[in-house]
């Protein structure tokens, strides 16, 4: 407590201390003054006698404690004053590590926010999500009582919640407009399970079955967002009823802001506001399991005893069929379902190689500090003579680089908010992901961090290089200046070799995804995207429940949008080809084979205009024209990756004209097989297909409404133009709008927009590596430069010796280059051995490209032979 106190008086007891030595040295003097001496000889005398007051000053300073905060302060002071002296230099290091630390910082923001921030769940780490997979691997679904008979008899279990998550939007009714929001059905124990409490009001009622919706049937609890869009945050909310599409919901809660559940939402829908309705227990569709571990319990525990309480289940079922769909159970942590695994890795590669470019620029600082340091040498050595030490010098040398980072953590920090603030309405188009950024306390914690780290590691081996170099012959009149000997040449030279070689990596990362890129670029798509326009529809199907939704809706729209100045032809799709759309599977069973043999198709529909639209071609048959329609024999398109799986004759697409597939109740004809298309992605193999013509749906009376999902969840509409995009776009907003305010906001891109936005996270990861690959080339050429410079001046003296002696101009050129030169080679050398390393370890997000390569000539090669 004394040294505290002593620590805010510092200055007061200073003054004492200094006030008190002047009055013992004139009580001294004044004595000696009344014995007969003269001032100033009295004055001698006393201060002889006294001894040296600075270092009585120093050693009570010392006994007070905290001389050390004062001896930094004096440092920071000293440093200060070497930067407005030498403002070039301060300049060139400060630019150096900002750039370090402003990439480091950024792609640690970003990994942050997507892989290390906390869910908005009580104890996240214990939340599990449950599957449910048949003999086939295929996801199988169990009844609510199923699963009330696991939470009954489980022990490493706490609670079992369900929930379901629904493909389309809906609609809720705002104080002005309608929102559209995506309303999720959740079991009564669902915000408990998750540990979590509304902001306003309450959750769903505890009920007897915690899986019925009981006294919890038409209440609805609200997000944050939804609240504040729809309600303008009204007070009042609580007890209102509210419309979700056609159906009445008194809210009962609203959710604290940030607060999202589920919390990976999907793809298309995207980060829109959400509100909770009841889990409706009678619907037999798929639902998804969330759980809570019990204390103490881990998820391979829960899973083992999951599927051994199932075969007991499973085992009392009077049905022997259904006794054998839920085979097996997976059990995952809820907070490894957010991120793919390939993305998890892109981002830990992009931060690993922002760290490696973090590394350069603190190697390149080191260079430049340590040829500060030998330039100051006589200085250093000076100070030694006076009687600093070794561990004082270190001090004052790495304080100057902490201020010097500390001042580059200030500008990089700053270019990291400026980077992710451009790059906001970029990287969710590759990520899929919001990032929405704030400075939290781990994210200042790391920033700290790095900039510590950096001032440290630049400066601690100059730092130490020059406190034990020797004395004498950097005071020796006409000595050396330089000091260091070939010690520090060493040094220098070793921190350039990593430079280069870390550089070399980084090179080529990016060299290897620019390829990847390329090769994306020249995979043959299977249809055109120049001048055209796609708009994908959020349909508000509520509005035609019990209509036909094609004549009322779609066909007046696409009549309108015909007629629009500069529009060439229009055609509807349930997905546009790349787009992160809604995409239906369908299982058929191969012709001629057991039923026991299924295939998965994605199905789609479409108008028959579409073919002008997106000008794919027809390896066998037609498409869709003006005679299907809905009192007509229904037919469908497959594509060749659907024949090579399903025909007997996989050789000859023609084999499957003719041919009925079962689909949504009724036998449709195939008339037609397109040609190889891209429509889930560029890369890996062709998925099989099915497209049936949309005025075709609603004469297919199916059962499980598949239908009525094809056409009503969401859809998007294709035009070819003539004139600019841009123009067009506009015009095709406004008859949106016109036709129904609900599409006012339907997400308009060009089809080029598409495609590129498709290349994803390789894309992405170009991009940043190209910065990153660049900025360490200009390092590494820096850092050559800074040495070359520094030998040249180390042995100026030399080379105009041997240039005196006839030493040709060439000779001394080759005799400074040749240090240079050897340097490089090793660079090389190191850097091609790890870049080498590098790829093989990565090869798995570099995406296999020759097995892209090989598989997409094999595809072109085919559509060749077969056009001949």
Same mark, same amino acid.
């Given at each position: !407590? ?11 007891n200073r003054s004492d201390l200094e006030a008190e030595i002047e009055a013992h040295l004139s009580m001294a003097a004044a004595d000696k003054q009344a014995n007969g001496m003269s001032t100033e000889e009295a004055r001698r005398q006393a201060q002889h006698e006294f001894g040296n007051a600075a270092l009585v000053k120093d050693v009570t300073r010392e006994m007070w404690g905290w001389v050390w905060v004062e001896q930094i302060g004096e440092d920071v002071t000293y440093a200060l004053r070497q930067i407005r002296r030498s403002p070039t230099f301060a300049a060139t290091v400060i630019g150096t590590l900002a750039l370090g630390i402003g990439a480091a910082a950024a792609m640690f923001t970003v990994v942050n926010h997507i892989l290390l921030r906390p869910l908005p769940y009580h104890e996240a780490d214990g939340l599990l999500e449950v599957n449910v997979f048949n003999g086939r691997g295929e996801p199988a679904s169990v009844t609510s009582g199923n699963i009330a008979q696991w939470e009954e008899q489980s022990s490493t279990l706490q609670q079992i919640a369900l929930y379901r998550q629904a493909a389309e939007r809906d609609f809720l009714k705002g104080n002005d407009s309608s929102l559209s929001i995506q309303a999720i059905q959740g079991s009564a124990n669902l915000f408990d399970t998750l540990g979590v409490r509304p902001r306003l009001g309450r959750g769903f009622q505890p009920e007897q079955s915690s899986l019925t919706s009981g006294r919890n049937a038409n209440t609805i609890v609200l997000s944050d967002a939804a609240w504040e869009q729809a309600y303008g945050r009204d007070p009042e909310i609580l007890g209102k009823v509210v419309k979700i599409n056609n159906s009445s919901y008194t809210v009962v809660g609203v959710m604290a802001a940030g607060f999202r559940f589920p919390f990976r ?35 391979? #525990?829960?899973?083992? =005893? ?17 006794? =054998? ?33 973090? !590394? ?132 220098? #030279? ?50 035609? =429940? ?56 994605? @199905?789609?529909?479409? #108008? ?10 027809? @390896? ?61 992605? @560029? ?5 099989? =297909? ?112 041997? @240039? ?42 570099? !995406? ?21």
């Open positions: !407590m004394v040294r505290w106190v002593r620590w805010f008086r510092f200055r007061t939402g999907i793809p298309f829908i995207g980060n829109i506001p959400q509100a909770w309705i009841p889990f409706d227990s009678n619907d037999h569709n798929l639902f998804e399991i969330i759980a809570r571990l019990a204390s103490g319990a881990r998820a391979p #525990s829960a899973e083992a =005893e999951l599927n051994t309480i199932q075969r007991h289940v499973a085992s009392e079922y009077a049905d022997t069929q259904y006794r =054998e769909r839920p085979t097996s159970i997976r059990v995952l942590k809820y907070a490894d379902t957010l991120v793919a695994s390939d993305r998890k890795r892109a981002l830990l590669i992009l931060l690993g190689a922002s760290g490696v470019l973090w !590394m350069i620029a603190g190697i390149n600082v080191t260079s430049l500090l340590l040829a500060r340091a030998t330039a100051r040498q006589r200085e250093i050595a000076m100070r030694g003579a006076l009687g600093a030490s070794r561990w004082r010098l270190m001090q004052q040398f790495i304080v100057e680089g902490l201020v010097l980072s500390g001042a580059a953590g200030l500008l990089g920090i700053s270019l990291a908010l400026a980077a992710i603030r451009v790059s906001r309405s970029t990287i969710p188009a590759r990520l899929n992901l919001d990032l929405t950024y704030h400075v939290n306390p781990t994210i200042l914690a790391a920033l700290c961090g790095i900039t510590l780290l950096s001032g440290l590691f630049s400066s601690a081996w100059p730092a130490f290089l020059s406190a034990r170099a020797p004395i004498e012959p950097s005071l020796r009149q006409g000595g050396q200046q330089t000091g260091g000997g070939k010690h520090q040449n060493r040094v220098r #030279s070793m921190l350039v070799i990593a430079q280069i070689s870390m550089s070399l990596v980084l090179l080529a990362a990016c060299g290897w995804l620019l390829r990847t890129i390329y090769t994306l670029r020249h995979v043959p798509l299977g249809f055109r995207t120049d001048h055209v326009i796609v708009a994908n529809l959020t349909v508000p199907g509520y509005k035609y =429940e019990h209509r036909n939704i094609t004549a009322d809706f779609y066909q007046p729209l696409l009549e309108r949008v015909q007629h629009l100045p500069g529009v060439e032809a229009a055609g509807l799709l349930t997905r546009a080809p790349l787009s992160p759309g809604f995409a239906m599977t369908t299982f058929l069973s191969q012709l001629g084979k057991s039923r026991d043999r299924r295939i998965e198709a994605k @199905l789609q529909a479409a #108008s028959p205009e579409l073919q002008r639209v997106l000008g794919f071609r027809m @390896l066998r048959g037609r498409f869709f024209d003006a005679l299907d329609t809905a009192t007509s024999e229904p037919v469908v398109v497959v594509n060749r990756a659907l024949v090579k799986v399903y025909s007997p004759d996989q050789q000859d697409p023609g084999s499957i004209l003719g041919q009925k597939i079962a689909l949504m109740g009724r036998q449709a004809k195939v008339v037609g097989v397109l040609d190889d298309e891209r429509q889930g992605s @560029l890369t890996g193999p062709l998925q099989p =297909e099915i497209e049936t013509c949309i005025s075709q749906l609603p004469t297919m009376d199916s059962d499980d409404g598949t239908a009525a999902i094809l056409e009503g969840i969401s859809m998007d509409l294709a035009l070819r133009t003539q004139s600019p995009t841009s123009a067009v776009i506009q015009t095709l907003r406004t008859s949106l709008r016109d036709l129904d305010v609900e599409l006012t906001h339907a997400d308009v891109k060009t089809m080029d927009q598409i495609v590129a936005d498709s290349y994803g996270d390789q894309r992405l990861a170009a991009i940043l590596l190209e910065f990153f690959g660049g900025a360490a080339l200009l390092l590494c050429i820096t850092g050559l430069y800074g040495l070359l410079s520094y030998v040249v001046s180390q042995r100026t003296r030399e080379l105009g010796v041997r @240039l005196a002696l006839g030493s040709q101009r060439s000779g001394l050129m080759w005799l400074v280059l040749r240090q240079t030169t050897r340097l490089l080679l090793a660079g090389v050398a190191i850097g091609v051995a790890l870049a080498s390393s590098l790829v093989v370890s990565c090869r798995a997000f570099f !995406m296999g490209l020759e097995r892209t390569i090989r598989g997409h000539l094999a595809s072109w090669l085919d559509s060749c032979s077969l056009a001949l």
